[in-house]
């Protein structure tokens, strides 16, 4: 089984920047795509990015050119990068995990809450 612990969540300001960290434990080996799930009050969870052990990266259109994912293979860490921060960006983001031989995501972490607001 594989643990994901997500850290960095805040309150930042239009405009600004946040970073989030998703640390991964356990079967690590058995994880072939990472990604950043988000949910805001009254919505579904999206996919707002995935990165594979191939680093081939998907994005989800709305944060093209101001956030980035990666990983640290040697931490085993996720990160995402959110620059330009917007009031629409506000939601808890959730880490997630595909293992081999699973069809989507299926092991998240607890979320952390992201709040865009002047």
């Known amino acids: 089984q594989v643990q994901l612990v997500e850290s960095g969540g805040g309150l930042v300001q239009p405009g600004g920047s946040l970073r989030l960290s998703c640390a991964a434990s356990?079967?690590?080996?058995?994880?072939?795509?990472m990604g950043w799930y988000r949910q805001a009050p009254g919505k579904e969870r999206e996919l707002v990015a995935r990165?594979?052990?191939?680093?081939?990266?998907y994005y989800v259109d709305s944060v093209k050119g101001r956030f980035a994912i990666s990983r640290d293979n040697a931490k085993n860490t996720l990160y995402l990068q959110m620059n330009s921060l917007k009031p629409d960006d506000t939601a808890v983001y959730y880490c997630?995990?595909?293992?081999?031989?699973?069809?989507?995501?299926?092991?998240w972490g607890q979320g952390t809450q992201v709040t865009v607001s002047p």
């Open positions: 356990g079967s690590i080996g058995s994880v072939i795509a």
């Open positions: 990165i594979t052990d191939g680093a081939t990266t």
């Open positions: 997630a995990a595909r293992v081999y031989g699973d069809p989507s995501f299926g092991l």
